[in-house]
């Protein structure tokens, strides 16, 4: 079973920058998505950033304009850069890889706190 871990988070002042990476156990194939979500305590996860095979990217309303995720096409793995990060994206960061006939992966998650 493929196994992917985040990393990159931490805790940083408002308005400061992080740039979170997923690693996979190994090479995934047949990748549709590859994305981050979040999740907030009391909150439902919810979509911050997806990437397609085909370069299309999509965000959440709420980080537009200041998050930016991009892949590593060797390793077929996603980054989200996050600038101006504010007390609200304080949350848990999940890494997600969507691929065709093998299933959903997620990584087990890295804490982001934005507090000054």
């Known amino acids: 079973q493929v196994q992917l871990v985040e990393s990159g988070g931490g805790l940083v002042q408002p308005g400061g920058s992080l740039r979170l990476s997923c690693a996979a156990s190994e090479r995934i194939f047949s990748i549709r998505t590859m994305g981050w979500y979040r999740q907030a305590p009391g909150k439902q996860r919810e979509l911050v950033a997806r990437?397609?095979?085909?370069?299309?990217?999509d965000y959440a309303d709420s980080v537009k304009g200041r998050f930016t995720i991009s892949r590593d096409n060797a390793k077929n793995t996603p980054y989200l850069q996050m600038n101006s990060l504010k007390p609200e994206d304080t949350a848990v960061y999940y890494c997600?890889?969507?691929?065709?006939?093998?299933?959903?992966?997620w990584g087990q998650g890295t804490q982001v706190t934005v507090s000054s």
């Open positions: 997600n890889i969507l691929a065709l006939g093998a299933g959903e992966y």
């Open positions: 990437i397609y095979s085909n370069g299309y990217t």
